[in-house]
């Protein structure tokens, strides 16, 4: 399972001008995905939300054991909601520098100046195929972490029809995702508004 490298494609394939994917909720998403990638290895289990490390997982997905290896391992071991937090710093950039040194991104030329470089895509590649396999197939899991970061569901499904993938565990990964995103979102506006108190206190307003 590589649901966060899918993820990731996803995000990039669907991004346009309009409708950019906001890159720190993208992040927790991806923190949650690597989670339930865990999940499925058998490499953590859930215990009343606590993640409650097992065995290194066996896998050439190197972004993978970097998670894996950075799990507390020490009791009451973390919840879910501070494993996104604490993970989910900046991941998304760390899944695109990660792309790009294995070279599943490249620049493309722009018509009539090769001399300079387009926006950055997505090579061919396994990931991407499997990515694109799970998304025309409405994988539960994977249009649940897509339609929580705002990328719409390849039937057009709607946020609230997605939550559930009809596993329990994985649902209270997804469910977790959800409120920290609502809690980032509570951060950006608080901060917004003090901005704004303190642009009037300068202008003398």
Known sequence: MTTARHL?????EDEAPDRPVDRG??????????????????????????VVPGDQ???SDSLLEQAASSLVRQAPYESVDAWLW?????????YVAAFKAEGQLTRQSRRGLSFRSGPAVLTDSADHRAAASRWASAEPTLVALATAVGIPGPGGDDEEDSRSTGDDTVDTVVAAVHEA?????AIRQRRAIEQAAFDNIWRGE
């Open 181 to 185: 995103l609502t809690e980032l979102d």
């Open 86 to 94: 604490r993970r989910g710093r900046d991941l998304s950039s760390t």
């Open 25 to 50: 909720d993208l992040s927790l998403a991806l923190a949650g995905a690597e989670l339930i990638d865990l999940l499925a290895a058998r490499t953590v289990t859930l215990d009343d939300e606590r």
């Open 57 to 59: 997982p066996s896998t």
């Open 8 to 12: 990731m494609i996803i995000a990039m």
